[in-house]
């Protein structure tokens, strides 16, 4: 089962910030919180990881609260292209433990 | 550089047959997993490769389907008689170990119908 809730879907404005929030009240301390995208009919895409620090690349900044239990991730300026499943998960980076398990995820819409 | 590529991106099959599917994971990437997407489960982990490590085999649905790593790098997925539940997208993914990222990398998937 997956260790995180997100709510079904959200929607933007092009050009404005998404906010995709995720709860993982459950992780333990070994664990890292990844989020993943999948645009219909593509394979998930990567697109940021961290552990407790906020963190930030090219695609989207991450997030995290103090105590871990929840984190955001944050697309600065949305593109219609940014339309997909966000995925976020929890999990350990190596080991048994390292599979993705997924749940349904936030479906975002841009609109124009 | 090239990403992991699978093979092949379409197969229908009549039940009953038995069907192969392939992965090429990202040169140099040691741990290589399988999962499948179906519209009634969502994405499902079927098994994991690491290095010469035996493989955790826990997410495959049945003792129909079965998976190989050779060489420790291209891996073939095996579905014996094949049944309409199969029909799936199987999605390969590949990653570096030992890293603090460890993310894993997709490929197009495949998608199979059995028929």
């Known amino acids: 089962d997956a260790k995180t809730t997100q709510p079904p879907s959200m929607d933007c404005a092009e050009g404005r910030a998404a906010n995709l929030p995720c709860n993982h009240s459950t992780i333990s301390g070994n664990e890292y919180v990844y989020w993943y995208r999948q645009i219909h009919s593509q394979g998930p895409q990567y697109i940021i990881h961290?552990?407790?620090n906020n963190e930030t690349n090219e695609m989207a900044s991450l997030i995290i609260t103090e105590d871990r239990k929840s984190s955001t991730l944050i697309l600065p300026h949305a593109t219609l292209r940014d339309t997909a499943v966000y995925y976020c998960i929890v999990r350990e980076p190596t080991g048994a433990n390292s599979k993705l398990t997924f749940g349904k995820g936030i479906t975002l819409s841009v609109r124009p | 550089g090239a990403g992991v590529s699978q093979s092949p991106s379409n197969k229908v099959t009549e039940k009953g047959k038995d069907v192969e599917l392939r992965c090429d994971p990202i040169?140099?990437?040691?741990?290589l997993y399988w999962y499948r997407q179906s519209l009634g489960q969502g994405l499902e982990f079927l098994i994991y490769f690491q290095g010469n490590s035996a493989p955790d085999k826990s997410g495959l649905p049945s003792d129909r389907f079965s998976a190989e790593r050779t060489g420790g790098s291209v891996s073939t997925l095996t579905i014996q008689r094949t049944q309409q539940e199969d029909s799936a997208v199987y999605l390969c993914a590949s990653s570096l170990v030992g890293t603090s990222g460890s993310e894993q990398y997709f490929g197009p998937g495949t998608r199979l119908t059995v028929t």
């Open positions: 040169s140099g990437h040691t741990a």
């Open positions: 961290g552990l407790k």
